[in-house]
Antibody, heavy 119, light 107 residues
Framework: QVQLQESGPGLVKPSETLSLTCSVSGGSISNYYWSWIRQSPGKGLEWIGYIYYSGSTNYNPSLKSRVTMSVEMSKNQFSLKLSSVTAADTAVYYC?????????????WGQGTLVTVSS | DIQMTQSPSSLSASVGDRVTITCRASQTVTSYLNWYQQKTGKAPNLLIYSASTLQSGVPSRFSGSGSGTDFTLTISSLQPEDSATYYCQQSISSPFTFGQGTKLEIK
């Protein structure tokens, strides 16, 4: 059974860079797309983007100028960096597997990690 | 971006009731429509993909229908554990946008 686990600082200062890592266990990161989604407190879901295991990326245009995703194959991990954060970036951040062979569904999710942007 | 609109935003129903949630896309998504269930404090969980295909392990009381721009999620006989927020999501065109959610409460 594939499992995902987000990790990273829970508190980030305004204007700094948010950095999160998603560790994948129970399966290889190869041959799949991997996504980040966030959910602001009490709000709905916002798709941030995805990265293929080879490193190709697709970002939400609304965040594209501030987002960088990367893959670390040797560690079976992928990462998210979001620069120049503001309070509006406070959210629970989820990593998930995107199954392109199954209608681009998000079929496995991490438990989520709350990131608060505050000085 | 494709806008996804769900209705209602919230509803309350009794155990055993038949419940229907609708989702409308601002342009056609053919059958690239997925439904997720999110319980309080948990990550979303995939229920239905390609508009009507039940994800493995999901109870058969859940069903989905529709194509193009109009879709429905139906729970045939509501159970207490179905209390959650339900989201539709289109996955035909990046960014893969979600509906705003429908919060389902059990009376």
């Amino acid at each position: 059974q594939v499992q995902l686990q987000e990790s990273g600082p829970g508190l980030v200062k305004p204007s700094e860079t948010l950095s999160l890592t998603c560790s994948v266990s129970g399966g290889s990161i190869s041959n799949y797309y991997w996504s980040w989604i966030r959910q602001s407190p009490g709000k709905g879901l916002e798709w941030i983007g995805y990265i293929y295991y080879s490193g190709s990326t697709n970002y939400n245009p609304s965040l594209k100028s501030r987002v960088t995703m990367s893959v670390e194959m040797s560690k079976n991990q992928f990462s998210l960096k979001l620069s120049s954060v503001t309070a509006a970036d406070t959210a629970v951040y989820y990593c998930a597997r995107l199954s392109s062979s199954s209608w681009n569904t998000l079929d496995y999710w991490g438990q989520g990690t709350l990131v608060t942007v505050s000085s | 971006d494709i806008q996804m609109t769900q209705s209602p935003s919230s509803l309350s129903a009794s155990v055993g009731d038949r419940v229907t949630i609708t989702c409308r896309a601002s342009q056609t998504v053919t059958s690239y429509l997925n439904w997720y269930q999110q319980k309080t404090g948990k990550a979303p969980n995939l229920l239905i993909y390609s508009a009507s295909t039940l994800q493995s392990g999901v109870p058969s009381r859940f069903s989905g229908s529709g194509s193009g721009t109009d879709f429905t999620l139906t729970i045939s006989s509501l159970q207490p554990e179905d209390s959650a927020t339900y989201y539709c999501q289109q996955s035909i065109s990046s960014p893969f946008t979600f509906g705003q959610g429908t919060k389902l409460e059990i009376k």
